[in-house]
């Protein structure tokens, strides 16, 4: 409950730099905030020419761009947002440093600018079902909890990290590498259905695998996703959140003398 009760006194900071963070990434740029929906879209184009034209990967009766970019959106979301977190405190050291400062608040900071950015590209992804004429149905709506469950999971590793990297750096270096092979082992660009039976059960070990395929079955298939991965992330996700969140607080009390 006092954490709550900080949040809420810092949420005036914490929106003006989340706010400031957005106008200031992309000021100087001729196309602005249009990056943030032409950037997806272009990994997109390229994904797909490789892997429905020359590798030919089964994309569950869908055209290959909406099945890719279903799954691909809140990939980036997540790898986006854990990535930036590692470098955190060493950013914002100066902001470290004043004893009163709410720590904390630079977590939840970047994590609001990445999700208002994700929210700028799910306009390419209406974009890329109208034009192949998907219309989701009421189960789309599962999607909701579905990327709370994701949302959740970030915060708690955004949260590690940032302050595990604090004092050893190489944090920094081995997160982009497992967020890379992250993207080959979910199904982002393949279905999980076309895995092989008995490889399956360890590939829903990973607690993303529900999350990816439950986008695609409220999505794209207008079902709802599988229960039991999503209860799996469910609970993967709150645990890693609370333990991320004591290693910080833990932590965040010498953040000043190691930046």
Known sequence: MKNLVEIHENKDFILALARRELVSKYKQSLLGKLWIIIQPLGLMLVLTIVFSLFVRLPSEGLPYAPFLFVALLPY??????IGASTGLINSYSGLIKQRNFYRPALVLIKFLSETVNFGFTLIGLVLVLLYYQLFPGLNA???IPILCIQMIMMLGFMFLLAALNAY??????VAPLVLRMLRYLSPIMYSFS???LQYQPYVALNPLTGIFDGYRQAILHNQPPDLLMLVYSLVFSVVVFIIGWIVFMKLEKN?????
């Open 76 to 81: 980036l979301f997540f790898s986006k947002a």
């Open 141 to 143: 709506l599962y999607a």
């Open 168 to 173: 050893v750096r190489d944090v920094g270096v």
């Open 194 to 196: 076309a895995i092989p």
């Open 255 to 259: 953040f000043a003398d190691v930046v």
